[in-house]
């Protein structure tokens, strides 16, 4: 019995300790525990425990019983009045200090002496004793354990205090301090890797978090919008019909994965949400890669005007010199490291690289998107330009800096854009062009040298276009523009007071807009309003931009250029540089020179500073020999917490010029300040003053059609300007709940030197109030009154009312109503109704729709795509958008830098004398992309105005009408958009194809076309001729290869145009040009083949015909080297020249592939088998697919690809005799060579592309 009591006692001591330690164990885990969870626990079952329950205020209590014990146990005091409470025994198990928790609630424990009172508070409030959901008593210990349940926490931090009370006095108290996971407060990313290969494959994922006040992840969920200026996002879009693209985040995690372009450069990365953003960088490096060369020679000798494979052109020419001749061309690309650096070249000696199939060459070799083909390679594959070059040769030699955070060292011969000289703090010697020549950028530490030339160097036009509330057309004022080399802005500036410019975007070919090189007109993807409202109510003017080259002929310019720039600073939204710009284009008597040097410093994370000086002389064929200066100087910070302040002055000679950068207005000068201050949560104050300066030769005003379509590269001078403008303006900005009250007084001061009548000293009210009504829903009033007896000149008194919809995050609808009730614009109104998106990405640029950098660390220009990627969405994949506009009266008459008319272009420097002529358009548009299988987007703009009417109807689908067929039609209509230009008529265009490629099998693929085109050529100088000019086009063209065994190959062509020429109404004129073309090929073996080829071309409305043939036997005597012999013969029947004229003869022809250049460059070497056994081939080998050996032909590059072979099970070769070990390597040997010869020996034949 005894020894039973013993155990008994011993038991219950160990339930008692236990009880104490699961306490604390489990303290720290009942903190983060879920609320509803914690409030259902009960006190424990008092019969497994040995406990009782006790009534007391508030929630049952429980103690521990009083049972005997072993001696060894400390006895508990014999009152709970002598316990005198110490530091040490009041204690807060749980939370422990510095947790973080998830929910605003949370468990407490506490203990304290027995005989005390306890007084728990967070911060100052006091915990209701309600909230205590268990008591623990240990009377030996003279402790008590209490438990508080569903304890309320506000976010961020949270001071717990136990305070113990005894007599009414505080006797000891306990603190701890925790953290709730609160709002977003801020973001920040980082990569999984700082530096990759820029190998188009890499992947680098961005990892993201989004924090609190206390720098603690949040919890909470959002939609996190990325971008980045180089590479491509491969994760699923989370929400594709908002702008840009975005990931969502969850529990306050996100990541993306992005894939690595192959253009080494570094690329940012911005990340944001709300109105929070933050920013990281990757290095894409450069692709140190193995040596890969690939290429052909080709030596023929034959008859001149014999060669059947060659130009067009060149065969049967019409002089008769068809003498024998030695030909010799030859073609190469290669790539791979030498040494730390990468080596690109490129070699035809036949043709220019960037030569396409229809005989264009154009800079960069870049397809806008109504050239884009039809792959034969694969619809899901993609080919780059890696050696643009529109001569015949493209050098690159490049490799990343060793010298950290300064990008790419490298130097070239090639086609190349200018982002070394346009950074941020450059403006007026800032030049974005797209040339040809050489350049080279390299960094001595932070000493950053570039330098170009460019020859092949055109003439070079700036032009600046109105818009009129459509897509187009907006014809330039120069035909035959060089293609590739254009550079098109939608620049925005206030309506009151042209020259500075408040907002630039960069457009970009394809996804932005169309051009036609030959008529020198642009299409937008989607139309361009005239007008616009600022955020503050400003009314404003858009411009189109557009610099470009164009045909000179006789032209042989040359174009100088260096720049040195010196980093203080890499680090990234913290860089600070000087830099010095030096540029020169030779231009005959034309010439232009310019120099100047810049800085731009940061000031922390929240300021800057730059400054920028510039001297420029050129040679004007109106003014003659004229130079100028520009000087440049803003600087923006906070000058204190919550005060932010602006400080800038900017000038420009009159005689200064610069067509390759910003508009401003030569002779203006601007200077002022502007302090904002934060002074309460709800309280904005402002204050600013601005002085301006224009001085100088405003454009002469146009009149007569000639005059207004004839080109020029500067405006004609008119009268002089001389005036001056001071304000001062001082605000205060109220919130009342969710409205918004901005009240402002404007002091404007005016003195015209020219025109005295329009000296005023004026005072104006300026008030604007915001409400939102209803949710996403925002009204809008402001009204600008004129408060003194005078009225200032150019800023009249103005009402406006607004609606401003929230279609989704970023994307904005705004219905705006703006009435002129005083001064040269009274009596005048503009209604619009515009659907738009408004992201911020980097420091000074905005996005519209697309999110697309054209930016390295220091640009400042945007890429948007201004298509139907923002929208009012009906269901997955469908959205609309659409806007409305309507302009009462054209905004035509003088301004302080001049006097605005009505003219389809401005040249030069000249944008602010284009006016805005009134008239209403409105536009529609739908698109639908959800599936794969089916896409089509649908578009209406029209125009009314008194230049005439303009519709635009652009329509476009594409979609699988079986697994193997593919379908695609386009129409696209539009007249003229310019100012001036009525009744030129409409140009219209309407595309159909089909494509079919069987996916089960390779043997038979064919493409149809069919294009019909009314008035493709159409320009405004046909109005000069009172006569309307207009023409019909009809083309079809259908192509087919069949291949029914691997021997055998059959391609034809057939191609038929029509066309009619009307000139006034008594004349047409029409012909029909067909071309018939049909080869087949015969393969005896791997070795041999033959081949056979007939073309026929018919234009019988001129009388002339042509008829070609050749037959051609091959023979590879190795895989790389095909001997060839053949027979061609052609003949033309020319009507009405030199009618009928005919060449044939023998030829034999050498070809050489190319696999290496000197010393093994670009040799691949074959890879070492990672098993130690080796299979036998079998001595019959199967004849490969079609579709095999025409993969293996299609890059012959790889010539080392997939060989149609068998293998048998044989037995390892280290059991068999050495002899027979021996003979079976030199039987797998020869096998494997004579595949690969088999192979390679293969013409292939592949249709021509479809457009």
Known sequence: MKSQKCSKNVYLLGILLASDLAAIALAPNLATANTANESTDKAPNPATTGQKTTKATGLPKTEIQSISKPSLMTQAPESAKSVVATADQVKILAPTPNTVLDTSAATIVVQYPIGSQLDLRVGDVPVDDKLIGRTEQNDRAGLITQTWYGVALKEGTNIIKANVISNGKTMATAITTIQTRGAIARIQIEPSATRVPADGKTLVTIQGQLLDAQNNRSNRDGMITLASNGGEWVTKDASPDQPGFQVKAENGRFNAELKAGLEAKTVNVKA???????????????????????????????????????????????DGNNGWQLDANAAVFATGKIGDWLFTGAYNSDRPLNKTCEGTVRLFRQDQFCENQYPVYGDSSKSDILAPSIDNVYLRLERTSKTPGAGIDYAMWGDYNTEEFATKSQEFTSFTRQLHGFKANYNFGDLQISGLYANNVEGFQRDTIAPDGTSGYYFLSRRLVTEGSEDIFIEMEELNRPGTVLERRKLTRGPDYEIDYDRGTVLFREPVLRTDVASDGTPLVRRIVATYQYDEPGSNNKIYGARARYHLSREQNRESWIGATYWKEDRSARDFELYGADAFISLGSKGSLIAEYAHSKNTSNELGQVSGNAYRIEAQGELAKGIQGRAYYRSADSGFANNATVSFVPGQTRYGAQVTAKVSETTNLKVQYDRETNKGIAAQPLITEFDLFTPREAPVPGSRVDNSLTSITAGIQQRFGSADLTVDWIHRD????????????????????????????????????????????????????????QVMKGVNMQLAQQFFTSGQYAGKSITSLSLAGDYKLFPETTISGRAGIYSDAGSWTTSGAIGIKQGIRFSPGLRMDLAYEHVFGSFIGQSATGTQFIQPFAPGQSAASLGVQGGDSFSVGLEYNDSPNFQASARVDHRTSSSGTNTVISAGATGKLSPSLTALVRYQQASSANQGISGLGTTSNLKMGLAYRDLASDKFNALFRYEYRHNPSTIPDSLLFSSGTGSEEHLFGLEAIYAPAWNWEFYGKFALRNSKTFLADDFTAKTTTSLAQLRATYRLNYSWDLSGEARWISQPTTGYSETGFALEAGYYLTPNLRLSAGYAFGSANDRDFDGYRSAGGPYVGLTVKVNELFNGFGLQKAPKPKNTGEAVADNKSTQPTPAQSIAAQATPAQSTAAQPA??????????????????????????????????????????????
Request: no cysteine; hydrophobic share 35%.
């Open 1206 to 1251: 068998t293998t048998t099970e044989a037995k390892p070769l280290d059991t068999q005799p050495a002899q027979a070990k021996q003979t079976v390597d030199k039987q797998a040997d020869a096998k494997k060579a004579a595949t690969q010869s088999k192979i390679k020996s293969r013409s292939i034949s592949r249709p021509e592309t479809l457009k």
């Open 272 to 318: 944001q949400t709300l109105e929070l953003e933050a920013f990281t960088q990757v290095l894409f490096e450069t692709n140190l890669r193995p040596s890969i060369a690939t290429g052909v020679i080709n030596v023929r000798l034959g008859r001149r005007g014999t060669d059947f494979f060659g130009s067009l052109k060149d065969f049967v020419p019409p």
């Open 750 to 805: 005016r003195s015209d030197r020219i025109n005295p009548s329009a000296n005023t000293v004026s005072d104006q009210l300026r008030s604007r109030f915001t409400m939102p009504i209803a949710k996403n829903l925002t009204f809008l009033a402001q009204n600008e009154m004129t408060l003194s007896s005078q009225n200032d000149a150019y800023y009249p008194d103005r009402t406006l009312l607004g609606l401003n919809w």
